[in-house]
């Protein structure tokens, strides 16, 4: 009997998702809980185990983009299959499978971008490509499949009726010719889709930054007293990270729109923080979620984050780790960052850049001193976050860290 494999369904709003790698080759003989390959999308990265013993074949490649649910391979429980993997190798991708995608210009800001995140996330992966390509507002389509769904020939339809501009063709866009010395490799699937995000972000949100610096001497001074206590005492060592998140669940319930979302004609108020942390890893930027963060004590938030960073470079993240998050807090001063413009992670309103600390010299009391300075940035989604609540937002941010008994010391 023949057991199909399917691309599992790794999010609600996940309609496609990438092979990462097979971990065993077409024809070898596999055994019920062998692992057999990775599945990769733009939260996390699946791995799929073999649910029956038998001779495998491999129908999709690595590389390949896929809807889930679709069928990807089969065991047949029947066949004893190849005893290595090196007997049988795949079949030959079809024609055009796994190279990179043809180059398509990015949308330019129209009557698309005012799409909103739900509608656009509804849409199959084909008919949103032509939506935004042609910057198209989908609720200007009328959808013939069912229950109203929009179609691909629904929206080229509307195009051809003259209900859309088309979109710049490739050739428009300018292309690189490979010289000696270029090296040429396909995209990442993460980095794609992180790419598509990105975009996204830019498009559907109207998203301004706004700044501000904050003295860490204080903080400093804190961690310097109570370091070694804290580690030996909880196991973890106690970074600024830690201060940051307390300080910003402080700041969100005072300001509830910058940890709210826009959902539809909707504005979503959230009663909790879940403060997604990014995280840097070979493969890309991940922003896994530390739950409840304002119930948490310090060491709590240490442990989380730091179970989360772990989890993150050794891909182990789940899909769980890294969904539902309602503000995120970005430190490029990790990698020596001193400013930057962070970009919202849909479909939060919100996302804190932290910056390298500097020694500069600020006016203190009328007198010139030397203080160890961080730049904070604030980028917001303006149609829910009015420039006051912005602002007042980095000037809570800022009072707490400069008087960090407010943040309630607890391992004081």
């Known amino acids: 009997m023949k057991h199909e494999i399917l691309a599992p369904l790794v999010g609600e709003s996940i309609t496609e998702v990438s092979i990462l790698k097979w971990s065993k080759a077409n024809g070898e003989a596999v055994k019920a809980g062998d692992k057999l390959l990775e599945i990769e999308s733009d939260k996390a990265t699946v791995e799929i185990v073999a649910e029956h013993s038998g001779a495998l074949t491999i129908l999709k490649q690595d590389g390949e983009r896929v809807a889930v649910k679709s069928v990807i391979a089969f065991i047949d429980d029947s066949a004893k299959g190849t005893a290595s993997a090196g007997a049988l190798k795949a079949p030959p991708p079809p024609p055009g499978a796994g190279s990179p995608a043809p180059?398509?210009?990015?949308?330019?800001?129209?009557?698309?971008?005012?799409?909103?995140?739900?509608?656009?996330?509804?849409?199959?992966?084909?008919?949103?490509?032509?939506?935004?390509?042609?910057?198209?507002?989908?609720?200007?389509?009328?959808?013939?499949?069912?229950?109203?769904?929009?179609?691909?020939?629904?929206?080229?339809?509307?195009?051809?009726?003259?209900?859309?501009?088309?979109?710049?063709?490739?050739?428009?866009m300018p292309t690189i010719q490979d010289k000696p010395g270029d090296r040429r490799v396909p995209m990442p699937g993460i980095r794609k889709r992180i790419a598509e995000r990105l975009v996204f972000a830019q498009h559907t949100a109207a998203i301004l930054t706004t700044f501000n610096e904050v003295d860490m001497k204080p903080v400093q001074d804190v961690r310097a007293q109570f370091k070694d206590a804290f580690e030996k005492k909880f196991g973890v060592k106690l970074s600024f990270m830690s201060f940051f998140t307390r300080a910003c669940t402080l700041a969100l319930k005072q300001l509830p729109a910058v940890n709210a979302s826009i959902d539809g004609n909707d504005i979503v108020y959230h009663d909790y923080c879940d403060?997604?942390?990014?995280?840097?890893?070979?493969?890309?930027?991940?922003?896994?979620?530390?739950?409840?963060?304002?119930?948490?004590?310090?060491?709590?938030?240490?442990?989380?984050?730091?179970?989360?960073?772990?989890?993150?470079?050794?891909?182990?993240?789940?899909?769980?780790?890294?969904?539902?998050?309602?503000?995120?807090?970005?430190?490029?001063?990790?990698?020596?960052?001193?400013?930057?413009?962070?970009?919202?992670?849909?479909?939060?309103?919100?996302?804190?850049?932290?910056?390298?600390?500097?020694?500069?010299?600020?006016?203190?009391?009328?007198?010139?001193?030397?203080?160890?300075?961080?730049?904070?940035?604030?980028?917001?989604?303006?149609?829910?976050?009015?420039?006051?609540?912005?602002?007042?937002?980095?000037?809570?941010?800022?009072?707490?860290?400069?008087?960090?008994?407010?943040?309630?010391?607890?391992?004081?």
Do not use: C, W
Request: hydrophobic content about 40%; aromatic content about 4%; glycine content about 10%.
């Open 103 to 172: 180059k398509s210009p990015p949308p330019t800001p129209s009557s698309a971008a005012q799409a909103t995140n739900a509608q656009l996330e509804t849409l199959s992966p084909a008919v949103r490509k032509a939506v935004v390509e042609n910057q198209i507002n989908p609720a200007q389509i009328h959808g013939s499949g069912k229950d109203g769904r929009i179609l691909k020939g629904d929206v080229m339809a509307f195009i051809a009726s003259g209900g859309a501009r088309s979109a710049p063709t490739v050739s428009s």
């Open 275 to 412: 403060v997604g942390v990014a995280v840097g890893t070979e493969r890309g930027l991940v922003v896994p979620v530390v739950r409840g963060a304002e119930s948490l004590s310090f060491a709590q938030i240490e442990k989380a984050i730091g179970d989360l960073a772990l989890k993150a470079r050794s891909n182990k993240l789940s899909i769980a780790d890294m969904t539902g998050g309602t503000f995120t807090i970005s430190n490029g001063g990790t990698y020596g960052s001193l400013l930057s413009t962070p970009i919202l992670n849909p479909p939060q309103s919100g996302i804190l850049g932290m910056h390298k600390i500097m020694d500069r010299p600020v006016a203190i009391n009328g007198k010139v001193e030397i203080r160890p300075m961080m730049y904070l940035a604030l980028s917001y989604d303006h149609r829910i976050i009015d420039g006051k609540e912005a602002v007042t937002f980095l000037v809570t941010l800022k009072d707490l860290l400069e008087n960090p008994t407010k943040l309630g010391l607890d391992f004081a």
